[in-house]
């Protein structure tokens, strides 16, 4: 069955410092994967996405995530927090058929 | 900003009352989808929308009927709200990315209470 893992429920880093959050799935194809970000009280504003080619691809805001088909990976990654990163990260694949399935998310705090 | 509403943002009811929520769009995109979000699951797929009149069902649907009868609303209604419905409802729009692709992108979201 298809899914996506997060393992991380919680993610503490200080300001200034790299962060990198997991995610692993699931997927018998080729996967299309997504990375979301979601501040309090908002929705989900979409960071950024694979569908093929390069495995290493960049969003907004700084962040940029790595493929790893071995792996069944998808981590994302910045070099440098800033306390504007603090919000909820989730991980999502597409089945291909319109429809997707989502981490259960990791909640990032960044300390001052 | 895929110019997703959702009405109301926020409601309180008691259990046993009818709910319904509404997500209207601005751009005539075909998919539309309710997600509920609840601590601990991330985002569960209730209902989905492929077109006027074209429903099917997500992982997490009973209790909840859907309705599409024109391209920009997808109206979520909880016939007999319970208390386990009490969460925050997302609609969400799938736009083509390339190819098969796509993306979807969130309405802001109903915080629901059911007493």
């Known amino acids: 069955a298809q899914s996506v893992t997060q393992p991380d429920i919680h993610i503490t880093v200080s300001e200034g410092a790299s962060l990198e959050l997991r995610c692993n799935y699931s997927?018998?194809?080729?996967?299309?994967l997504f990375w979301y970000v979601q501040s309090p009280g908002q929705g989900l504003q979409l960071l950024l996405k694979?569908?093929?080619?390069?495995?290493l691809v960049q969003g907004i805001k700084g962040f940029e995530a790595e493929f790893k088909r071995s792996q069944s990976s998808f981590n994302l990654r910045k070099p440098s927090v800033h306390w504007s990163d603090a919000a909820e990260y989730f991980c999502?694949?597409?089945?291909?058929?319109?429809?997707?399935?989502f981490g259960t998310g990791t909640r990032l705090k960044v300390l001052a | 900003d895929a110019g997703i509403t959702q009405s109301p943002r926020h409601k309180v009811t008691e259990t046993g009352t009818p709910v319904t929520l509404r997500c209207h769009q601005t751009?005539?995109?075909?998919?539309m989808y309710w997600y509920r979000q609840d601590p601990g699951h991330g985002l569960r797929l209730i209902h989905y929308?492929?077109?006027?009149?074209?429903?099917d069902k997500g992982e997490v649907s009973d209790g909840y009927s859907v309705s599409r009868s024109k391209t920009e609303d997808f109206l979520l209604t909880l016939e007999s709200a319970t208390s386990s419905q009490t969460s925050v409802y997302f609609c969400?729009?799938?736009?083509?990315?390339?190819?098969?692709?796509?993306?979807?992108?969130f309405g802001p979201g109903t915080r629901l209470t059911v007493l």
């Open positions: 969400a729009i799938s736009v083509i990315a390339g190819g098969p692709v796509t993306e979807q992108f």
């Open positions: 997927y018998g194809a080729t996967p299309y």
């Open positions: 694979y569908f093929s080619g390069d495995t």
């Open positions: 999502a694949v597409g089945s291909g058929t319109y429809k997707y399935i």
């Open positions: 751009e005539n995109h075909r998919y």
């Open positions: 929308s492929y077109g006027v009149k074209d429903t």
